[in-house]
C-alpha cells in the first residue's frame, strides 16, 4: 500500500505506471498524476482554491464507504490546488468517482461538522453560528483575479482505475478541518487488505506469500524514497505510518528492522557517553516581585543601565494566562560562554551551510574554528552532553531552567532543508549565551527565583547568596535607578527622520501580484513576502529603547538580547510563539496567521474582530500554516499524538487582533529539542507553504535579507494587491511609532 501527496513526480509517474499491483492512493498533484500517466489532461483550474472548503459528493465506491454525499450532507474538503484535471479528457480505464457539489466554497468556521474533521479535539468556538453583525462586515475575501466569471461546472475531485486498485483525489483527507479524512484513510487500508486477499488467493500459498513480501519489500524502498522527496506540508505519512502499522497482513523485511534497532542503539550510546553532570541550586522569594519594581525594576537593577551581554525573555502583557513567566540573566559563572555564528559565503554571495563560530567564555578566552556540519549540529552535541539530575527541578513551576538562550537567524534555514541563501544577513547568523546564572519571575504569584547550575565539582553559592542581597536591597533603590535611567541621553536628533521601507508601494504590489502569478501556476498555495524598514540613527541607548517599546506595545514574547561582543541588542516585541517543548515532552506551536487593526470604539473594534474571524481569506491563510506545522511536528512526534485543541481563535493586543491556532504533539523518544526546531524552522507563518517551494520563490522576489524590522503579509489567491500593501503598513505602525515617539 502506497499513498504519496506532492513530491518528486518523475518518482510518482514511475510508482503509478510500474506498480500496477500495488494499491496506491494519490493526493492533489497524486491525484492529477494519476490522470496525466493514463492520458488525460492536466489543465489550470477556473479558480485557484488553497486553504478552503467545498462539499463534495461521490458515487458511494469503497474509498467512500460510510461516508455522506452531495450538498449540506457534511463532506466537507479542504483543497489545495491551482491546476485540475479536464473532466473530458479522461481515458476509458479512468472512472470519476467525486466531484464538487457546487461551485462555491465554504467559510470555515461556523462549520456543524466540525467535531468530523481531523483535529482530534474540537474546541468549542467552531461550532458557533454565523453572528448577524457578519453581513455588516462583509467576508474579508477581496480578490484580485475575477475568478467569480468562470465559475460553471463542477470540479472532478476523485478518480479510480478500473483494473488496477489505483484511486486519486484532488482534495487533502490529512488536512485538519477536512470531514472524514480519517475514514478515508480507513477505507483504503480495507480496499488494500481485500486486494492482497485476493492477490494471494489467485496462487498457490507458499508462491502468493513469497511474492507478497518481495512486493512489500519493493514498496517500502519506493515509500522511503518518496518520504525523501516530499516537498508539501501535509501530514499525510504520519497517517500512512498509523495505517501500515495497524495491517496486519502485510510482511515486514525484517533485517531493515533490525539495522534500525541497531541504529538506534549506536545512537543511544553516543549520546551517553563523555557528557557533564550539570547540578542546579535555586531559591525562591515569595511575593516579593512587586515590591521591588517588578519585572524592569529587577533587570535595572541587578544588571545596570549599560545590561551590556545581558538577556530577558519578557512577558510584558500576562493578561488572559498568555505568558506567566520571564527570565533574565546577564555574564555569569564558569559554565557562561558567548557564540557567534556566521554562515560562510560562495563567490556568487549564497550560502550552503558551514560557517564559522566564534566562542568567548566568561575569563575572556576566545577562539573560533569551521564548522562543517552548522551551528545546528554543533548546538545539538553541546545539549546531548549535559546530563542533570531531574529530581532537583521538580519544585519549579517553570520549564526553563538554564542554558543556552540566543536567537537564529533567518538564513539557518540552510541546516533545515533549502538548498541554499541569496542573500547575505549583515548580522550574525546566530548568537547564543549559555546562561549558568539566571533570575526568573512567575508574574502570577509575584514571586522571584534566582537559579545557578554549576558542575559537580564547583560551587555557585557566593553568586546566590550575591544575588539575594541585590535584590532585597532593590526596595528602596530602584525607583533611584528607574529615575536616572529616565534622565540618560536617548539619540541626536538626526532620530527624527522617518522610516522607509526597502521598496516602494509600487515595487511592493508589484511582488504581490508575482506571488499571485506564481500560485495561480501552481508553484505555491500561499507566500509570505516581507520588505524590510529602515532608518538611519547615529547613536542610540538599546535598552532604553525596548523599555519604551514594551510599554508601548506590550507582548507575551518579548525579548531583550545584547551581545557586545559583535555590537548587536535584539529588542522583540512579538505576540507569537514559534515553538514550546515542556518537561512532559509536549511540543507546542502557536501561529498567527490573519490580523487587522483594532477599532476607534467598543463598536467598530467588536466588527473588525468580527470580520476577521469570518474573514474567508484569512481563514484560509491560517488553515495553510496549520496543516504545514502539524506535518512539521509530526516529523518529530509521536505518529497519532499530533492535534489541533485551538483553532483560528482571535486574540486582541494594544494595537491589533490576530488569528492564532495552536498545534501539539508528543516529542519521540529518539528526538531531540535541537530536532524540533530543524523539523519546523523558520516558521511557516514566515514562509508560507509549502514550505522548502515558497522560500526558494521569496529569495527570487525580495531584494535582500531578512533583518532588524521587516513587515509583509500572507499572499494567497484571495490577495488583493492593495489590501496587501496596507496589511504591511499597519504591521509597521507599532514598532516604528515606538522608535520616533522614543526619539
Known amino acids: 500500500m502506497l499513498v504519496f501527496v506532492i513530491s518528486s513526480k518523475g518518482i510518482c509517474l514511475q510508482l503509478l505506471l510500474k506498480c500496477w499491483d500495488i494499491p496506491i492512493l494519490g493526493v492533489c498533484l497524486g491525484h492529477q498524476a494519476l490522470g496525466y500517466v493514463h492520458g488525460a489532461q492536466v489543465v489550470h483550474a477556473s479558480e485557484p482554491i488553497h486553504g478552503r472548503l467545498s462539499e463534495v459528493e461521490h458515487n458511494g465506491c469503497q474509498l467512500f464507504r460510510d461516508i455522506p454525499s452531495g450538498k449540506n450532507y457534511g463532506f466537507k474538503v479542504v483543497r489545495y490546488h491551482s491546476l485540475v484535471i479536464d473532466s473530458e479528457s479522461l481515458p476509458a480505464e479512468l472512472i470519476p468517482i467525486a466531484w464538487t457539489s457546487s461551485t462555491s466554497t465554504l467559510p470555515f468556521i461556523g462549520s456543524k461538522d466540525f467535531g468530523k474533521s481531523n483535529t482530534h479535539e474540537a474546541q468549542p468556538d467552531q461550532s458557533i453560528s454565523i453572528d448577524p453583525l457578519l453581513a455588516k462586515v462583509g467576508n474579508g475575501s477581496s480578490n484580485h483575479f475575477d475568478y467569480g466569471k468562470t465559475r460553471s461546472a463542477r470540479v472532478l475531485m476523485g478518480i479510480r482505475h478500473s483494473t488496477r486498485p489505483h484511486y486519486g483525489v484532488q482534495f487533502h483527507p490529512e488536512s485538519v478541518a477536512t470531514c472524514y479524512g480519517s475514514q478515508i484513510f480507513k477505507n483504503f487500508r480495507e480496499i488494500t487488505d481485500d486486494y492482497w486477499l485476493r492477490f494471494r488467493s489467485s496462487f498457490k500459498e507458499t508462491h ?295 521598496k516602494s508601494k509600487e515595487q511592493y504590489i508589484e511582488d504581490v501580484k508575482k506571488c499571485l502569478n506564481y500560485i495561480k501556476d501552481g508553484e505555491s498555495y500561499e507566500l509570505c513576502l516581507t520588505t524590510q524598514i529602515r532608518k538611519s540613527i547615529e547613536e542610540l541607548n538599546s535598552l532604553e529603547l525596548y523599555l519604551h517599546l514594551r510599554e508601548r506595545n506590550p507582548a507575551p514574547y518579548a525579548a531583550w538580547l545584547n551581545f557586545s561582543k559583535v555590537d548587536l541588542s535584539i529588542c522583540c516585541s512579538s505576540p507569537e510563539r514559534f515553538l514550546q517543548l515542556d518537561r512532559k515532552n509536549i511540543l507546542e506551536a502557536k501561529p498567527i496567521k490573519g490580523t487587522i487593526a483594532r477599532g476607534a470604539t467598543e463598536e467598530e473594534d467588536e466588527q473588525l474582530k468580527f470580520k476577521l474571524q469570518f474573514s474567508e481569506k484569512d481563514q484560509a491563510e491560517n488553515l495553510m500554516i496549520v496543516d504545514l506545522l502539524r506535518n512539521d511536528l509530526g516529523r518529530v512526534c509521536d505518529p497519532g499524538s499530533v492535534h489541533v485543541p485551538r483553532l483560528m481563535d482571535v486574540e486582541s493586543y494594544a494595537t491589533v487582533h490576530t488569528m492564532v491556532s495552536t498545534i501539539r504533539g508528543k516529542k519521540r523518544s529518539d528526538v531531540s529539542a535541537v530536532d524540533c526546531v530543524k523539523a519546523a524552522f523558520p516558521g511557516g507563518s514566515m514562509t508560507g507553504a509549502p514550505k522548502l517551494r515558497s522560500m526558494e520563490l521569496l529569495d527570487s522576489i525580495e531584494s535582500c535579507s531578512r533583518a532588524s524590522i521587516g513587515a509583509g503579509g500572507a499572499i494567497v489567491a484571495l490577495s488583493n494587491p492593495e489590501d496587501e500593501y496596507e496589511e504591511m503598513v499597519l504591521k509597521t505602525k507599532a514598532p516604528t511609532r515606538a522608535v520616533m515617539h522614543f526619539a
Open 208 to 502: 502468493a506469500y513469497s511474492d507478497a513480501c518481495m512486493q512489500v519489500s519493493s514498496a517500502n524502498r519506493l515509500y522511503r524514497e518518496v518520504c525523501r522527496s516530499i516537498s508539501t506540508e501535509n501530514n499525510a505519512v504520519d497517517q500512512l505510518k498509523q495505517i501500515v502499522h495497524a495491517d496486519r497482513h502485510l510482511e515486514y523485511n525484517k533485517a531493515e528492522m533490525k539495522h534500525l534497532e541497531m541504529f538506534n542503539m549506536v545512537n543511544t550510546h553516543h549520546a551517553t557517553t563523555g557528557y557533564k553532570c550539570l547540578k542546579l541550586k535555586w531559591r525562591k522569594f515569595g511575593h516579593l516581585a512587586g515590591q521591588v519594581g517588578g519585572a524592569k525594576g529587577i533587570f535595572c537593577g541587578l544588571f545596570g543601565l549599560e545590561a551590556e551581554n545581558t538577556f530577558w525573555l519578557d512577558s510584558s502583557s500576562t493578561e488572559k494566562g498568555r505568558a506567566r513567566f520571564s527570565f533574565m540573566g546577564g555574564k555569569g559563572g564558569s559554565l557562561w560562554k558567548q557564540l557567534v555564528f556566521r554562515l560562510s559565503h560562495q563567490s556568487d554571495g549564497s550560502s550552503k551551510g558551514g560557517g564559522y563560530l566564534s566562542t568567548e567564555d566568561s575569563q575572556g578566552s576566545a577562539e573560533t574554528i569551521f564548522l562543517e556540519e552548522g551551528f545546528l549540529d554543533f548546538l545539538n552535541k553541546e545539549l546531548q552532553s549535559y546530563r542533570y539530575d531531574k529530581n532537583e527541578y521538580e519544585g519549579l513551576p517553570f520549564d526553563f531552567h538554564g542554558g543556552y538562550i540566543g536567537y537564529i537567524g533567518y538564513n539557518l534555514k540552510v541546516e533545515c532543508g533549502v538548498k541554499s541563501n541569496r542573500h547575505k544577513s549583515k548580522t550574525p547568523d546566530a548568537c547564543f549565551f549559555f546562561a549558568d546564572n539566571l533570575v526568573a519571575i512567575d508574574h502570577k504569584n509575584d514571586d522571584v527565583y534566582i537559579l545557578a547550575i554549576h558542575e559537580e565539582s564547583s560551587s555557585i553559592t557566593q553568586w546566590l547568596n550575591d544575588t539575594e542581597e541585590k535584590l532585597l536591597s532593590l526596595n528602596g533603590s530602584v525607583r533611584m535607578a528607574l529615575e536616572r535611567q529616565k534622565s540618560l541621553p536617548l539619540t541626536f536628533s538626526s532620530c527624527k527622520v522617518g522610516f522607509a521601507a526597502e
